[in-house]
Protein backbone atom coordinates (compact mmCIF):
# COMPACT_ATOMS: atom_id res chain seq x y z
CA UNK A 1 0.00 0.00 0.00
CA UNK A 2 3.00 2.70 0.44
CA UNK A 3 5.63 2.65 -1.88
CA UNK A 4 4.64 4.83 -4.98
CA UNK A 5 6.89 5.13 -7.50
CA UNK A 6 7.22 2.98 -10.86
CA UNK A 7 6.90 -0.49 -10.65
CA UNK A 8 7.09 -3.35 -13.66
CA UNK A 9 4.38 -6.31 -13.56
CA UNK A 10 3.53 -9.20 -11.86
CA UNK A 11 0.68 -10.05 -9.56
CA UNK A 12 -0.30 -9.45 -6.06
CA UNK A 13 1.74 -8.29 -3.15
CA UNK A 14 -0.52 -9.77 -0.05
CA UNK A 15 -1.28 -7.26 2.84
CA UNK A 16 0.19 -4.28 4.27
CA UNK A 17 1.58 -0.97 3.20
CA UNK A 18 5.14 -2.90 2.39
CA UNK A 19 8.07 -0.96 1.16
CA UNK A 20 12.04 -0.61 1.31
CA UNK A 21 14.50 -1.98 2.90
CA UNK A 22 17.14 1.31 3.23
CA UNK A 23 17.93 2.77 6.58
CA UNK A 24 16.70 6.18 7.52
CA UNK A 25 18.69 8.36 10.08
CA UNK A 26 17.78 9.58 13.64
CA UNK A 27 14.23 7.66 13.71
CA UNK A 28 13.32 5.25 16.17
CA UNK A 29 12.60 1.65 14.79
CA UNK A 30 8.98 0.77 14.67
CA UNK A 31 7.27 0.79 18.10
CA UNK A 32 10.09 2.89 20.20
CA UNK A 33 8.02 5.66 20.24
CA UNK A 34 4.66 3.96 21.58
CA UNK A 35 7.60 2.34 24.10
CA UNK A 36 8.51 5.95 25.11
CA UNK A 37 5.31 7.16 25.64
CA UNK A 38 5.25 7.96 29.37
CA UNK A 39 2.59 6.21 31.67
CA UNK A 40 1.09 9.68 32.59
CA UNK A 41 0.02 10.35 28.99
CA UNK A 42 -2.69 8.28 28.17
CA UNK A 43 -5.32 10.29 25.96
CA UNK A 44 -7.05 7.09 24.78
CA UNK A 45 -7.74 5.18 28.39
CA UNK A 46 -10.87 3.68 28.50
CA UNK A 47 -11.21 3.96 24.53
CA UNK A 48 -11.41 0.38 22.45
CA UNK A 49 -9.14 0.36 19.11
CA UNK A 50 -9.68 -2.06 16.51
CA UNK A 51 -6.79 -2.24 13.87
CA UNK A 52 -6.95 -4.50 10.95
CA UNK A 53 -3.81 -5.55 9.21
CA UNK A 54 -2.26 -5.86 12.91
CA UNK A 55 0.78 -7.77 11.96
CA UNK A 56 1.68 -5.89 9.02
CA UNK A 57 4.65 -3.31 9.20
CA UNK A 58 2.36 -0.14 9.66
CA UNK A 59 -0.67 -2.19 11.96
CA UNK A 60 1.55 -3.44 13.90
CA UNK A 61 3.38 0.02 15.12
CA UNK A 62 -0.31 1.81 15.08
CA UNK A 63 -1.08 -1.16 17.53
CA UNK A 64 1.72 -0.24 19.73
CA UNK A 65 0.93 3.51 19.89
CA UNK A 66 -2.68 3.32 20.76
CA UNK A 67 -1.92 0.68 23.01
CA UNK A 68 1.25 2.73 24.52
CA UNK A 69 -1.33 5.89 24.64
CA UNK A 70 -4.09 3.69 26.71
CA UNK A 71 -6.09 2.00 24.43
CA UNK A 72 -7.34 -1.65 24.77
CA UNK A 73 -6.39 -2.52 21.37
CA UNK A 74 -7.59 -5.69 18.91
CA UNK A 75 -5.99 -6.45 16.24
CA UNK A 76 -7.17 -8.46 13.14
CA UNK A 77 -4.57 -10.53 10.94
CA UNK A 78 -5.55 -13.02 8.48
CA UNK A 79 -2.72 -16.05 9.22
CA UNK A 80 -1.09 -16.99 12.34
CA UNK A 81 2.69 -15.92 12.75
CA UNK A 82 5.57 -14.96 15.64
CA UNK A 83 4.19 -11.52 15.11
CA UNK A 84 1.44 -11.66 15.96
CA UNK A 85 2.35 -13.56 19.96
CA UNK A 86 4.85 -10.92 19.80
CA UNK A 87 2.55 -8.11 19.47
CA UNK A 88 0.26 -9.61 22.11
CA UNK A 89 3.25 -9.71 24.22
CA UNK A 90 4.18 -6.59 24.00
CA UNK A 91 1.05 -4.42 23.88
CA UNK A 92 -1.65 -7.10 25.49
CA UNK A 93 -3.89 -6.73 22.51
CA UNK A 94 -5.90 -9.22 21.99
CA UNK A 95 -5.76 -10.65 18.58
CA UNK A 96 -8.75 -11.99 16.19
CA UNK A 97 -8.35 -14.33 12.86
CA UNK A 98 -9.92 -12.89 9.69
CA UNK A 99 -10.22 -13.34 6.13
CA UNK A 100 -11.28 -9.58 4.54
CA UNK A 101 -11.14 -10.32 1.23
CA UNK A 102 -14.37 -12.60 1.86
CA UNK A 103 -17.38 -10.13 2.76
CA UNK A 104 -18.60 -12.85 5.01
CA UNK A 105 -16.11 -13.06 7.33
CA UNK A 106 -15.79 -9.02 7.49
CA UNK A 107 -19.61 -8.72 8.13
CA UNK A 108 -18.95 -11.08 11.06
CA UNK A 109 -15.97 -9.49 12.48
CA UNK A 110 -17.65 -6.64 14.91
CA UNK A 111 -19.63 -8.93 16.50
CA UNK A 112 -16.50 -10.86 17.42
CA UNK A 113 -15.12 -7.90 18.31
CA UNK A 114 -18.05 -7.01 20.48
CA UNK A 115 -17.68 -10.33 22.25
CA UNK A 116 -14.16 -9.57 23.25
CA UNK A 117 -15.44 -6.15 25.22
CA UNK A 118 -16.80 -2.95 24.41
CA UNK A 119 -17.45 -2.29 20.65
CA UNK A 120 -14.70 -0.01 19.15
CA UNK A 121 -14.24 3.87 19.56
CA UNK A 122 -11.29 4.01 17.04
CA UNK A 123 -11.74 1.80 14.12
CA UNK A 124 -8.18 1.61 11.92
CA UNK A 125 -8.29 -0.15 8.94
CA UNK A 126 -4.34 -0.95 8.07
CA UNK A 127 -4.95 -3.98 5.66
CA UNK A 128 -4.67 -4.38 2.38
CA UNK A 129 -3.09 -5.61 -0.85
CA UNK A 130 -0.40 -4.12 -3.85
CA UNK A 131 -0.90 -5.14 -7.48
CA UNK A 132 1.51 -4.51 -10.29
CA UNK A 133 -0.92 -5.02 -13.38
CA UNK A 134 -0.26 -1.87 -15.49
CA UNK A 135 -2.61 -0.85 -18.27
CA UNK A 136 -0.20 -1.98 -21.01
CA UNK A 137 0.63 -5.48 -19.36
CA UNK A 138 -1.63 -7.58 -20.87
CA UNK A 139 -5.50 -8.39 -20.83
CA UNK A 140 -7.59 -7.29 -18.13
CA UNK A 141 -8.31 -9.72 -15.26
CA UNK A 142 -11.68 -9.27 -13.67
CA UNK A 143 -11.10 -11.48 -10.76
CA UNK A 144 -7.93 -10.57 -9.35
CA UNK A 145 -8.68 -6.63 -9.61
CA UNK A 146 -12.58 -7.66 -7.95
CA UNK A 147 -10.38 -9.04 -4.97
CA UNK A 148 -8.14 -6.36 -5.03
CA UNK A 149 -11.16 -3.93 -4.40
CA UNK A 150 -13.07 -6.15 -2.10
CA UNK A 151 -10.09 -6.15 -0.06
CA UNK A 152 -8.45 -2.82 -0.48
CA UNK A 153 -12.04 -0.80 -0.76
CA UNK A 154 -15.00 -3.24 -0.07
CA UNK A 155 -14.33 -4.41 3.67
CA UNK A 156 -13.03 -1.15 4.70
CA UNK A 157 -16.49 0.42 3.27
CA UNK A 158 -18.20 -2.45 5.43
CA UNK A 159 -16.13 -2.29 8.66
CA UNK A 160 -16.27 1.24 9.04
CA UNK A 161 -20.42 1.65 8.23
CA UNK A 162 -21.06 -0.88 10.52
CA UNK A 163 -18.55 0.69 13.11
CA UNK A 164 -19.93 3.97 12.85
CA UNK A 165 -23.41 2.80 13.58
CA UNK A 166 -22.00 1.86 17.03
CA UNK A 167 -19.99 4.95 17.16
CA UNK A 168 -23.25 7.58 16.48
CA UNK A 169 -24.71 5.95 19.56
CA UNK A 170 -21.81 6.65 21.58
CA UNK A 171 -21.31 10.17 20.26
CA UNK A 172 -17.71 9.46 19.89
CA UNK A 173 -15.72 8.00 17.04
CA UNK A 174 -12.80 7.85 15.32
CA UNK A 175 -12.40 5.72 12.07
CA UNK A 176 -8.96 5.99 9.87
CA UNK A 177 -8.89 4.52 6.60
CA UNK A 178 -5.08 3.60 5.29
CA UNK A 179 -4.99 4.88 1.60
CA UNK A 180 -1.57 5.36 0.10
CA UNK A 181 -0.06 8.36 -1.60
CA UNK A 182 -0.59 6.54 -5.09
CA UNK A 183 -4.36 6.46 -4.45
CA UNK A 184 -3.92 10.79 -4.15
CA UNK A 185 -1.23 11.39 -6.97
CA UNK A 186 -1.37 8.20 -9.12
CA UNK A 187 1.37 4.83 -9.40
CA UNK A 188 2.65 4.30 -13.01
CA UNK A 189 2.65 0.56 -13.21
CA UNK A 190 0.11 0.08 -10.38
CA UNK A 191 -3.36 1.49 -11.62
CA UNK A 192 -5.82 -0.75 -10.12
CA UNK A 193 -4.21 -0.64 -6.48
CA UNK A 194 -4.04 3.01 -6.83
CA UNK A 195 -7.64 3.63 -7.93
CA UNK A 196 -8.83 1.14 -4.75
CA UNK A 197 -6.95 2.86 -2.35
CA UNK A 198 -8.39 6.60 -4.20
CA UNK A 199 -11.97 5.48 -3.79
CA UNK A 200 -11.06 5.58 0.43
CA UNK A 201 -10.57 9.38 -0.31
CA UNK A 202 -14.14 10.11 -1.56
CA UNK A 203 -15.61 7.69 0.66
CA UNK A 204 -14.28 9.43 3.62
CA UNK A 205 -15.01 12.56 3.05
CA UNK A 206 -18.71 11.65 1.94
CA UNK A 207 -18.55 9.55 4.57
CA UNK A 208 -17.87 12.84 6.98
CA UNK A 209 -20.93 15.10 6.28
CA UNK A 210 -23.28 12.07 7.30
CA UNK A 211 -20.78 11.00 10.79
CA UNK A 212 -19.96 14.29 11.89
CA UNK A 213 -22.78 15.61 14.27
CA UNK A 214 -22.47 12.35 15.84
CA UNK A 215 -19.08 13.63 16.93
CA UNK A 216 -17.63 10.74 14.29
CA UNK A 217 -14.57 11.70 12.51
CA UNK A 218 -13.31 9.90 9.00
CA UNK A 219 -10.06 10.54 7.94
CA UNK A 220 -7.61 9.02 4.96
CA UNK A 221 -3.92 8.50 5.93
CA UNK A 222 -1.94 8.22 2.90
CA UNK A 223 1.74 6.58 3.25
CA UNK A 224 4.63 7.11 0.99
CA UNK A 225 7.48 4.72 0.82
CA UNK A 226 8.11 2.78 4.08
CA UNK A 227 11.00 1.17 5.31
CA UNK A 228 10.47 -2.74 5.22
CA UNK A 229 11.10 -4.58 8.38
CA UNK A 230 14.61 -6.93 8.02
CA UNK A 231 12.66 -10.25 8.19
CA UNK A 232 10.00 -9.12 5.51
CA UNK A 233 10.30 -10.78 2.05
CA UNK A 234 11.16 -7.36 -0.07
CA UNK A 235 8.26 -6.27 -2.40
CA UNK A 236 10.51 -3.37 -4.04
CA UNK A 237 14.21 -3.54 -4.99
CA UNK A 238 17.08 -1.33 -3.78
CA UNK A 239 17.04 0.69 -6.58
CA UNK A 240 13.51 1.43 -6.40
CA UNK A 241 13.90 2.07 -2.71
CA UNK A 242 16.86 4.20 -3.00
CA UNK A 243 15.02 6.27 -6.05
CA UNK A 244 11.92 6.62 -3.90
CA UNK A 245 14.02 8.08 -0.92
CA UNK A 246 16.04 10.37 -3.42
CA UNK A 247 12.12 12.10 -4.46
CA UNK A 248 10.97 12.85 -1.24
CA UNK A 249 12.45 16.08 0.42
CA UNK A 250 14.26 14.29 3.66
CA UNK A 251 16.03 12.19 1.25
CA UNK A 252 14.97 8.87 3.12
CA UNK A 253 12.00 6.70 3.68
CA UNK A 254 9.49 6.63 6.24
CA UNK A 255 9.87 4.24 9.77
CA UNK A 256 6.42 2.68 10.58
CA UNK A 257 6.55 4.21 13.84
CA UNK A 258 6.65 7.57 11.76
CA UNK A 259 3.67 6.81 9.94
CA UNK A 260 1.66 5.39 12.90
CA UNK A 261 1.97 8.94 14.76
CA UNK A 262 -0.33 9.99 12.19
CA UNK A 263 -2.84 7.86 13.19
CA UNK A 264 -2.28 8.67 16.88
CA UNK A 265 -2.80 12.55 16.09
CA UNK A 266 -6.31 11.68 14.16
CA UNK A 267 -7.58 9.37 16.66
CA UNK A 268 -7.14 11.41 19.62
CA UNK A 269 -9.99 13.10 21.40
CA UNK A 270 -8.17 16.55 20.47
CA UNK A 271 -8.81 15.44 16.42
CA UNK A 272 -11.93 16.54 17.45
CA UNK A 273 -12.64 18.56 14.17
CA UNK A 274 -9.86 16.86 12.04
CA UNK A 275 -12.50 14.99 9.24
CA UNK A 276 -13.15 14.17 5.69
CA UNK A 277 -9.58 14.62 4.80
CA UNK A 278 -6.80 12.86 3.34
CA UNK A 279 -3.41 13.14 5.24
CA UNK A 280 -0.17 13.18 3.09
CA UNK A 281 2.68 11.66 5.40
CA UNK A 282 4.97 10.82 2.36
CA UNK A 283 8.39 13.21 3.53
CA UNK A 284 7.30 16.05 1.08
CA UNK A 285 8.15 13.46 -1.91
CA UNK A 286 7.51 14.99 -5.34
CA UNK A 287 7.54 12.97 -8.87
Known amino acids: MTVHHPQPPTGDTPTGDTASRATPTGVPPSGDTAAGTPADQAPLAGRTALVTGATGQLGDAVCRLLAARGAAVVGVHRTPSERAEALTAGTGARLLRADLSDPD ?49 GSVQQLASAAAKRMMRAKF ?115
Open 105 to 153: ETAALLGRVRELGPAPDILVCAHGATARRPVLGGAYDAAAEQRLWQLNT
Open 173 to 287: GRIVLFGSRGGATGMPGQPGYAATKAALSGWAASAAWELGPFGVTVNVIAPGAVRARPEDAPVYSAEEDERAAGRTAVRRLAEPAEIAEAVGFLAAPGASYVTGQTLLVDGGARW
